[in-house]
């Protein structure tokens, strides 16, 4: 056997396998049993040895068969028979062992000690004629073969069978004396035992069915619907962390390295950073409402500048707020206003480190020139915005909501295009160097008729680009007046206008009013010669259309300045001089 498998390419034996069964003694019990004889080779027999198993040999041609005749009650024929059958398995090993090398023909096994056969019980007794009659009818399972080839023809040096596995099972009960049936015990209910399968068994337990094979193409659609949900998810995720974090890595962008923060004095951020510390806003709350605006520090007394329109609705110093631009707050009291200029001064004590702002000179200013404006539009603090001036002594009025014009401003303004909302008031517009050079108070918005003032009587208050702007020349005269007296005195020519003229110029009435004299006497204009129904066209060399522009360019002046008036008398132009008046503002 070559690594476990039978070899069927043995040698023939030259010795016959039947010439080595040795024959039984016989027999001394005399009871006329009858040995069982022994095949007859051509050669001398070998001389009988019990029960002793052969030495193996080369197989040799196998001689006929001899009959056989079975004996009744023979128990050494039984005895025989038995020695016979474990000659034949130790020949089968000692064939084996020959398959593997070279074994001597006449190698010779020494027989092992007889042993003695226990008795055999007693059998039926039966016809010896019947019994030789089935031994002469028995024939060899196969025709001789010349060549001695296992498995077919007489036993040779086989290589063992390969064991035998049974399923658990009842062992078939065995027939005949000496066998007696042995009880089969009871077998559990339920399916068969699993086994390895015996082509050799008989007989057993049925084997439970194949298990049904899965479709191998259901199997693939599974796995790829099941790749395409990872793979979807997978992506998915990886695709929100690159749209939110811009990547898979970290995300570094190119950036300027930190750099000196300074700025030419003269830029809008070196004029912003040089004015920011000296300006203020302003809440007030009083006579049920409240607004917002702004101010600027004028010294270290604590004197702040604003407009009237910011400050009219208190009515004592605890309604006025005032926060700096370091976000210090402090308590303010009023100190003076006046409607007609519509400025107002207001105080705070017990604050240190004011930073009050330089003032500059409105005459000097030319249009086109830039400029800064910083203020608190719609509460939102220390806002600033740059423009240029877009025009210079533009006549405005702003007020008159009481109806009597006591409340109304007339301002010879700077007109600018820089940026000025509702909370700019009162603030400061600065030249390129950082000084005051006018007063923000009021705007002209889309939509609205008059325009003056913050709102001007427009349904949408808003910068559109014009704004105005009280020179500060009037603005300092004003306020140092409104510092030392709490009030400010107007210049007046004295006479009565007539507001309702719709002609080119500034008429002046026939009646005054309450129906005094229209040119009051004793006054600067009855001294130079003015008469009720002149038609003043020019002041100082400008023109004038109407009595509110007139107004406005008396007012730019100083009490006691003097004017030079143009006017139209019966289609005749005049020239006069005067010297302004003084009259107590409110």
Known sequence: ??????????????????????????????????????????????????????????????????????????????????????????????????????????????????????????????????????????????????????????????????????????????????????????????????????????????????????????????????????????????????????????????????????????????????????????????????????????????????????????????DISVTFSSGETARAKLVGKDTGYDLAVVQVTGVSGLKPLPLGNSDNVRVGDPVVAIGAPFDLSNTVTSGIISAKERPITAGGEKGDGSDISYVDALQTDAPINPGNSGGPLLDSKARVIGINSAIRAAGGSGGDGEGGGASQPGSIGLGFAIPINQGKRVAEELIRTGKATHPVIGVSLDMQYDGDGARVGEKGKDGTASVTPGGPAAKAGLRPGDVITKVDGQRVHNGEELIVKIRAHRPGDRLELTLDRDGKELTKTLTLGSSQGT
Do not use: C
């Open 1 to 318: 056997m070559n690594n476990g498998k039978p070899n069927w390419w043995s040698r023939p034996s030259s010795t016959p396998e039947a010439a080595r069964i040795p024959s039984p003694p016989p027999s001394g019990d005399g009871e006329g049993d009858f040995p069982l004889p022994a095949p007859q080779p051509q050669a001398t027999p070998e001389p009988p040895v019990a029960a002793a198993p052969a030495a193996p040999a080369a197989p040799a041609e196998q001689p006929p068969a001899p009959s056989v005749v079975l004996t009744k009650g023979d128990p050494q024929g039984q005895e025989r028979d038995r020695g016979q059958e474990r000659d034949r398995g130790q020949d089968m090993d000692q064939g084996q062992g020959q398959d593997r090398g070279q074994v001597p023909e006449q190698a010779q096994v020494p027989a092992p000690e007889p042993v003695s056969a226990p008795p055999a019980p007693p059998a039926d007794p039966a016809p010896a004629p019947q019994a030789q009659a089935q031994a002469s009818q028995a024939q060899p399972l196969h025709a001789p073969d010349e060549y001695r080839t296992p498995p077919y023809g007489e036993p040779g040096p086989w290589a063992p069978a390969p064991p035998v596995q049974r399923l658990p099972g009842p062992v078939p009960p065995q027939q005949g004396p000496g066998h007696p049936v042995p009880p089969v015990p009871p077998q559990p209910q339920g399916p068969a035992p699993w086994g390895q399968y015996d082509p050799w068994g008989v007989g057993g337990p049925a084997l439970p069915p194949a298990p049904a094979k899965r479709s191998r193409k259901g199997l693939a659609v599974a796995g790829a619907l099941v790749f395409a949900l990872l793979t979807g998810v997978i992506g998915g995720g990886i695709g929100a962390y690159v749209e939110r974090n811009g990547g898979l890595t970290t995300v570094e962008l190119p950036q300027a390295a930190a750099e000196d923060t300074g700025r030419a004095p003269d830029s809008v951020a070196g004029i912003a950073a040089s004015a920011l510390p000296g300006v203020v806003t302003l809440h007030v709350k009083g006579s049920g409402s409240s607004g917002t605006g702004t101010g600027f520090v004028l010294n270290t007394k604590g004197h702040i500048l604003t407009n009237n329109h910011v400050v009219d609705g208190a009515r004592s110093s605890a």
